[in-house]
């Protein structure tokens, strides 16, 4: 039986993608910092199913990522689906350092331990859930951008050191658009996808094993049109919902 780990699961994006993997038959280890979710989740399949309470902003949380593992019996596939992000002009240091923890710290925290376990393994596949928004700096949302440009850079590196390495590690780097979860509070955004329809991609592109995967070929427009504009004209746009 295959073995998925997905850490952000108790809602959202990282919840579907872990529904998918139960019907699918693989055994499936969620984590998430809300307890009684994940506790519920285990009881749709209590012989199938592994949770661990885990904040990725913690310095516990990779103690908790292999004690998770430990239950699994081990992991062929890991995913990180955590972040958060908001809009944010008036520029309050407290939400752009939380975003910057979250999507940036622990993003690495979480990402070398996965990346150590396989590495000690000498095979697995390494997938984490960016988005978008780190195509170009967002002037609505600096950190959230600036944090997803990070995450899209350091699984490059490190799919450049598993081969330096030669290491057997897959590597997929999810890009979604605007996706309806607790991210987003509310329907205005444009293009807004549900988290179940996403899921399905998601679990056919890790199946494909795909490298770089934008969501909804709407997506794969816009950050192909984003590419081709100026900086100093995209300085001057005006990007938000």
Request: proline share 3%; hydrophobic share 45%.
């Amino acid at each position: 039986m295959k073995r998925i780990v997905i850490i952000g699961a108790t809602s959202g994006i990282g919840y579907e993608v872990a529904k998918v993997y139960r019907q699918l038959g693989w055994h499936v280890g969620v984590a998430g910092r809300r307890l009684e979710l994940l506790e519920k989740f285990k009881e749709q399949a209590p012989g199938q199913i592994e949770i661990q309470e885990l904040d990725v902003t913690k310095a516990d949380a990779v103690e908790k990522l292999h004690r998770l593992i430990g239950k699994l019996g081990g992991m062929d596939l890991f995913l990180l689906s955590t972040g958060v992000g908001s809009q944010n002009r008036a520029l309050h240091p407290d939400i752009e350092l939380a975003t910057v923890n979250t999507n940036a710290i622990g993003f690495t925290r979480m990402v070398t331990a996965a990346f150590n376990y396989f590495r000690e393994e000498g095979k697995g596949h390494l997938a984490v859930i960016s988005s978008i928004a780190g195509t170009k700096g967002l002037g609505a949302a600096p950190a959230y951008s600036a944090t997803k440009c990070f995450q899209n850079t350091y699984i490059d590196a490190l799919a450049q050191l598993a081969r330096m390495e030669k290491l057997q590690i897959d590597f997929t780097d999810i890009r979604p658009g605007f996706v309806k979860t607790d991210l987003l509070k509310n329907d205005t955004y444009p293009l807004l996808m549900r988290p179940e329809r996403v899921a399905q991609r998601i679990v056919r592109a890790l199946k494909r094993k795909k490298r770089t995967v934008i969501i909804d070929w709407r997506y794969v427009a816009i950050v192909f049109l984003w590419n081709l504009i100026p900086k100093y004209i995209w300085e001057r746009l005006s990007i938000h919902n």
